[in-house]
């Protein structure tokens, strides 16, 4: 059996100093500050990507459904008001927004803007007499901005240029702006 002196000083035994206790209260505080600031880093990086995601998604769609109707717009036939009888796209202005009028394929009288919905300024699609949104209620367009170029001997093209923000807090506010030109394939 091996001896082991016990050390007492006094009636108490040894144990753990005070500034020990401290260094190592802080020491783990330090360690568990540092692990939550960085899951606080994640979480508001993951918060970003998804209102990026959301607006990249959002437009797209909104892409696609205009890019198709314009693409199969045909000339107008004297059919839809505004539009001149010989023209496929009409670029005009309402409440201080832009407009594209045109006809649809299937006969219909087309009109894209911009237009308010509880405060959020939201994509308006108008088919004859009925009207709704595509762009959704969390998304909100900065500005769109049709630009009508046409000569005897191309195409008529449209450029759109579209601002929008998804809304939300700060981190959640992913801004982005798209452009694309479309051409009709009604040739004359």
């Known amino acids: ?3 082991r002196p016990y050390y007492t000083t006094g009636n108490s035994k ?5 500034i020990e206790v401290i ?3 802080s020491l783990f505080s330090v360690m568990i ?9 994640v979480i508001d990086s993951q918060r970003s ?3 990026t995601q959301n607006v990249q998604e959002s437009l797209k769609f909104f892409l696609e459904v205009t890019a198709k109707e314009m693409r199969m717009a045909k000339k107008n036939e004297g059919v839809c008001p505004g539009l001149a009888a010989d023209d496929i796209y009409f670029v005009g202005t309402e409440n201080g927004y832009d407009t594209l009028s045109f006809r649809s394929y299937y006969g219909e009288c087309i009109k894209y803007s911009l237009a308010p919905d509880n405060g959020v300024m939201r994509f308006k699609v108008a088919r004859d007499s009925n009207y709704g949104f595509i762009s959704p209620i969390k998304i909100n367009i900065d500005h769109l901005d049709f630009v009508f170029t046409s000569s005897p001997t191309t195409q008529p093209m449209v450029t759109l240029n579209i601002q929008a923000h998804a809304i939300g807090v700060n981190l959640d506010q ?11 394939r009604y040739y004359k």
Do not use: C, R
């Open 14 to 18: 040894l144990g753990f100093s005070l």
């Open 49 to 51: 990507a998804l209102a």
């Open 23 to 25: 260094v190592s209260v």
């Open 1 to 3: 059996m091996i001896y």
């Open 33 to 41: 500050l540092s692990a939550t600031s960085i899951f606080k880093m």
């Open 174 to 184: 992913s801004q982005m702006t798209l452009q694309t030109s479309i051409t009709s």
